[in-house]
T-cell receptor, first 109, second 114 residues
Framework: SQQGEEDPQALSIQEGENATMNCSYKTSINNLQWYRQNSGRGLVHLIL?????REKHSGRLRVTLDTSKKSSSLLITASRAADTASYFCATDPTDKLIFGTGTRLQVFP | DADVTQTPRNRITKTGKRIMLECSQTKGHDRMYWYRQDPGLGLRLIYYSFDVKDINKGEISDGYSVSRQAQAKFSLSLESAIPNQTALYFC?????????????FGPGTRLTVL
């Protein structure tokens, strides 16, 4: 069964707008990671947030983590057409990652 | 050159055939993983290996086997392929020195079983 579930499943926005994706998980974790996947390609690591952190930034990415609600959000600011991809959260309740089902983001120019 | 490579990139085969997917890495990582991805779903772990002598079943290991030939090589076999094994297969690696195990993925193998 999936540990993480992303919401929404799909998101369409215009260039310049912000995109927010949410991830909920079921059990306690050591850290939570976000990955990006361009269509049919391998996943690429974006950012990792530790269980004792609440917010982290990397360029146009902002990740928050609420361990009390077992949820995380990924915000992409000032989106670009090149941000079009699927985004997955991944958690590590044990010594291996468990991936969510992903959010498909479409950014229109 | 890519750090994690997979061969073949695409394969079409018939039910009952034996198939081997190969993964090689130049990152020097101890840990290697095999995942499958089905349309609209996330990645599901098939097998993983934390070093050359360590092999572990993942969430969906039935119908698959693996071989860790060296630190850099991890192969996935389908002994008798069936149509519901049609999927995108990914190999990944990680350092494994602590719990912050960012994974590095290969480009994937698209397998179709007719």
């Amino acid at each position: 069964s999936q540990q993480g579930e992303e919401d929404p499943q799909a998101l369409s926005i215009q260039e310049g707008e912000n995109a927010t994706m949410n991830c909920s998980y079921k059990t306690s974790i050591n850290n939570l990671q976000w990955y990006r996947q361009n269509s049919g390609r391998g996943l690429v690591h974006l950012i990792l947030i530790r269980s004792n952190e609440r917010e982290k930034h990397s360029g146009r990415l902002r990740v928050t983590l609420d361990t009390s609600k077992k949820s995380s959000s990924l915000l992409i600011t000032a989106s670009r057409a090149a941000d079009t991809a699927s985004y997955f959260c991944a958690t590590d309740p044990t010594d291996k990652l468990i991936f969510g089902t992903g959010t498909r983001l479409q950014v229109f120019p | 050159d890519a750090d994690v490579t997979q061969t073949p990139r695409n394969r079409i085969t018939k039910t009952g055939k034996r198939i081997m997917l190969e993964c090689s890495q130049t990152k020097g990582h101890d840990r290697m993983y095999w995942y499958r991805q089905d349309p609209g779903l996330g990645l599901r772990l098939i097998y993983y290996s934390f070093d050359v002598k360590d092999i572990n079943k993942g969430e969906i290991s039935d119908g698959y086997s693996v071989s860790r030939q060296a630190q850099a090589k991890f192969s996935l076999s389908l002994e008798s392929a069936i149509p519901n094994q049609t999927a995108l297969y990914f190999c990944a690696t990680s350092r494994g020195t602590d719990s912050y195990n960012e994974q590095f993925f290969g480009p994937g193998t698209r397998l179709t079983v007719l």
